[in-house]
């Protein structure tokens, strides 16, 4: 994937800096410059945007308040009236920041609640990437009144009181209206409630280049279409059904045949040649009423359907019953080496014991399981990763069960046994609504039929999942999702 869309630690951006640096001072410059040129694109960015000339600029001890210093100085130089309040001694600053400081010509004065007045725009600049400890005191009072304050709020980098790496609020938190990073997004700005802290994130080119990324081994990135593209299945002028495989959906009982039609209607939209509804014997007739391309199969004859090569993706979970039915179903399918996604019952149903079914999957030789939880089914499957932050705790879950596991959510994070990680943060707050999952889970196994990579077959069907949603709008019901995947794929020009 290309590097425009690697989302890197607070680690992996130092070691950016570092060799940016590095490559400066080969050249006659350092640091400083770049220091220069960050502080310079914030400011173009907010003399574009406040409507006023008044800016209040809180700067911390670090190499972020260097930055704001800049700030500073290129805003009073635009004609704006500028305060200047600093966190700590002025007189503990070091290197790059102690440089930008001496540069500026205005009053400096403490951070404190009372410094927040009527002003058009406040600029946070106190950590950004730098804070390890909890908010706390006057800072925290000084926070809550920025907060309350009807000025445009800019955070540099990241605001502050957000943990770079997971999006966790550390006691109190800067709420920007528009938060301007560097070189690449950090997990923060992906992942809640950072996110939400940082509103619109932009991405300003300070001169850190490619090769400065690369340096960093990223293995994180924001979905995009870039990502998976490559790998997306694309009609051949001479192919046939049996080219673009067969999807089997395993259906509940007679009183929960909704969910499984809901994954496969979503399989064959996005592309399967052939999809089937594997029925118990009391529910046949139910789907029979409801189903026209999409083949019913018995559920007995399941043992006998999983020795058919032809039948190549298999979905199970959607309403099938947290039931010894259910577990057993799902460890046949996955050790006959089908593709399979594993989605809510197929999942809670080894909340007691998830060893079973880790050894079945990493004893598979390649990784064609998907795991597809929302919250409540990821804590009863992981216990003891639900305590960690979003992306490590699904990088480590793959890892755990040899699947490529999506932890579903508002930030949906994707990540594969290999250490790959996408995040996902474009979906809209509609798709919280009953069946929505299923429709997921469908589109991923109509996808896996086609025989796309099952890591890029999960981004790209929760990209799509989320577009149909956007383009739906309010009132979306899940029953709508699948109807709008053609439009999108059409818009993809595949």
Same mark, same amino acid.
């Given at each position: ?16 800096? &570092?060799?940016?640096?590095?490559? #400066? ?128 709020? *800019? ?14 609020? #550390? ?37 850190? &280049? ?50 499984? /039609? ?64 259910? /577990? ?13 996604? #594993? ?10 014991? %998830? ?25 009863? *499957?992981? %216990? ?26 508002? &930030? ?16 809209? %707050? ?65």
């Amino acid at each position: 994937m290309t590097n425009k869309y690697a989302i890197l630690s607070t680690e992996q951006m130092k070691t950016a800096d &570092d060799f940016a640096i590095a490559d #400066l001072i080969s050249r006659g410059h350092g640091g400083a410059d770049l220091m220069e040129e960050a502080g310079r694109a914030v400011s173009r960015r907010i003399i574009g945007a406040v409507n006023g000339n008044s800016a209040l600029v809180l700067c911390g001890p670090g190499n972020n308040g260097g930055d704001g210093f800049v700030i500073a100085r290129h805003l009073k130089k635009a004609g704006f009236i500028v305060t200047l309040a600093l966190l700590g001694d002025e007189n503990n600053l070091t290197g790059d920041a102690r440089l930008m400081a001496d540069r500026w010509n205005g009053e400096i004065i403490p951070i404190a609640p009372d410094i927040v007045t009527n002003c058009d725009v406040i600029v946070d600049a106190l950590f950004g990437t730098g804070l390890s400890k909890y908010i706390s005191g006057n800072l925290e009072e000084t926070l809550i009144q920025v907060n309350d304050c009807e000025a445009l709020k *800019v955070a540099v980098d990241i605001p502050s009181g957000i943990k770079g790496n997971s999006g966790e609020i #550390l006691g109190a938190a800067f709420k920007a209206d528009i938060t301007i990073t560097f070189c690449r997004k950090k997990p923060a700005h992906l992942l809640y409630p950072g996110k939400e802290y940082c509103s619109e994130t932009l991405v300003a080119d300070i001169g850190i &280049d490619d090769r400065a990324v690369l340096e960093t081994k990223p293995d994180t990135y924001e979905n995009h279409p870039d990502f998976w593209l490559g790998e997306f299945p694309i009609l051949k002028s001479d192919g046939h059904k049996y080219h673009r495989g067969h999807a089997v959906v395993v259906s509940g009982d007679m009183i929960s045949t909704g969910a499984s /039609r809901l994954a496969a209607m979503a399989a064959i939209k996005s592309g399967a040649g052939l999809v089937s509804v594997s029925s118990p014997d009391d529910a046949l007739s139910t789907h029979a009423a409801h189903l026209t391309a999409i083949m019913i199969r018995k559920q007995s004859s399941l043992n006998n359907d999983l020795k058919d090569h032809r039948l190549n993706a298999w979905c199970i979970g959607p309403a099938t019953g947290v039931n010894g039915n259910t /577990r057993q179903a799902v460890l046949s399918i996955i050790r006959s080496g089908k593709k399979t996604v #594993l989605d809510a019952d197929a999942l809670s149903v080894f909340e007691e014991g %998830p060893l079973e079914l880790f050894e079945a999957i990493n004893k598979s030789s390649d990784c064609n399981c998907v795991l597809t939880p929302h919250s409540g089914e990821f804590g009863r *499957v992981f %216990p003891y990763l639900k305590k960690l932050d979003k992306l490590t705790a699904t990088k480590n879950a793959a890892k755990l069960s040899g699947a490529i596991v999506i932890y579903k959510g508002a &930030d949906t994070v994707i990540a594969s046994p290999d250490g790959r990680a996408v995040i996902s943060s474009s979906a809209p %707050p509609t798709l919280a609504t009953a069946g929505s999952g299923d429709v997921l889970a469908g589109i991923i196994t109509g996808l896996l039929a086609q025989s796309m990579p099952a890591f890029e077959a999960s981004c790209a069907a929760v990209w799509l999942h989320s577009e149909c949603a956007k383009k739906i709008g309010l009132g979306l019901i899940s029953e709508d999702l699948a109807k709008e995947i053609p439009a999108i794929l059409q818009e993809l020009n595949i």
